[in-house]
């Protein structure tokens, strides 16, 4: 169930009986051979599966994130990061404000992390608050299938490599990871790592991407308890 396709007066009669929502934060961004979309595409995707089953809804994605190191990358739209913490404490005062009280945020992309720092002070100032942040990709649940398979995550690659975010052309084969410890310009990063993969195998079996994308979904229904 996603909020823009209730009426005010539908989202009301829910508020009755519950106070949950779910809040989508991705980003649009260069992934290699994957959708630039792809950072909104999955958590959308996880959250939607997660209100078939619990009838939780979710609010419109917020389509941009914090990508300054892919500017470069034509596609890439990258907010400031003060811009996007605003945006998101707006977001969240706005539902909270309507009564919803308890909220899950699936994130999917990693440079929106400081709005989870900020969001601690918001839970300091407004009362009977409750935020829960999720990265999809990081969860102990992906990293324990991940690691079962002998795998490894890196940006747009096999992690992220879901079919309705796939494209045709997709490599076959690895990629050797890359990592620095400096902190690059986008003109770096797009000289470093070329086609926007940063390393490992650019896909794997659907068999594998079906166990990550099942054990996301179980994690967010697992969340939505709010259990203390």
Known sequence: MRLAE????????????????????????????ISIGADVKIPLSIADAASQQTGVPVAPPFNFGCSSYFTK????????????IAVVEDM?????????????????HGGNKPAKVSLGELVNELEDIKIAWYDWYESSSV???????????HHA?????FPFVRQANMPAGDKAPF????????????KAIGD????????????IMGEIFAASVRDVLGILQFTE
Do not use: C
């Open 92 to 108: 969240v005062r706005s539902l909270y404000g309507q009564g919803f009280k308890r909220m899950v945020i699936v994130n999917g």
């Open 196 to 207: 926007g993969v940063y390393g490992g195998p650019y896909h794997v079996e659907e068999s």
């Open 143 to 153: 990293n324990e299938i991940a690691k079962q398979h002998n795998l490894e995550g």
């Open 73 to 84: 990358y034509p596609g890439t739209i990258s907010m400031r990061v003060s811009t996007f």
């Open 6 to 33: 209730l009426t005010w007066m539908e989202i009301e009669a829910y508020l009755k009986k519950d106070d949950r929502v779910m809040i989508v934060l991705g980003a649009t961004e260069q992934h290699g051979y």
């Open 157 to 161: 690659s096999w992690i992220e490599a």
């Open 179 to 190: 990592s620095t410890n400096l902190i690059l310009s986008s003109e770096e990063v797009k």
